[in-house]
Nanobody
Framework: QVQLVESGGGLVQPGGSLRLSCTAS????????MAWYRQPPGKQRELVAS???????NYADSVKGRFAISRDNAKNTVYLQMNSLKLEDTAVYSC?????????????????WGQGTQVTVSS
């Protein structure tokens, strides 16, 4: 069974920082792109940042210069360092990973989601 488990969310004041982590576990053969999404209250989910297996990154315009995505391939883990947090960054943050999973002779490639972690920016 494949799982993505996030951690690091919480309550922070405007201008503060948080670091989110997401680790993939299970019968994983390869980890391709990994990404962070967020869903603010009453709004649709949006892409925050993504990173390829080679380390190429992409960011939403709203977080450029404030957030940094990184990954540790040995640990199947993706991180999101969030600095200079704003009220509008309040959302449920979820990680997504493009994985090759299964067993020898029966592998599939699929996208998996974590359960989400709440980030609240409030004074």
């Amino acid at each position: 069974q494949v799982q993505l488990v996030e951690s690091g969310g919480g309550l922070v004041q405007p201008g503060g920082s948080l670091r989110l982590s997401c680790t993939a576990s299970g019968r994983i053969f390869s980890v391709y792109a990994m990404a962070w999404y967020r869903q603010p209250p009453g709004k649709q989910r949006e892409l925050v940042a993504s990173i390829t297996s080679a380390g190429n990154t992409n960011y939403a315009d709203s977080v450029k210069g404030r957030f940094a995505i990184s990954r540790d391939n040995a640990k199947n883990t993706v991180y999101l360092q969030m600095n200079s947090l704003k009220l509008e960054d309040t959302a449920v943050y979820s990680c997504n990973a493009d994985l090759l999973v299964g067993r020898i002779g029966a592998v599939i490639r699929n996208g998996y989601w974590g359960q989400g972690t709440q980030v609240t920016v409030s004074s």
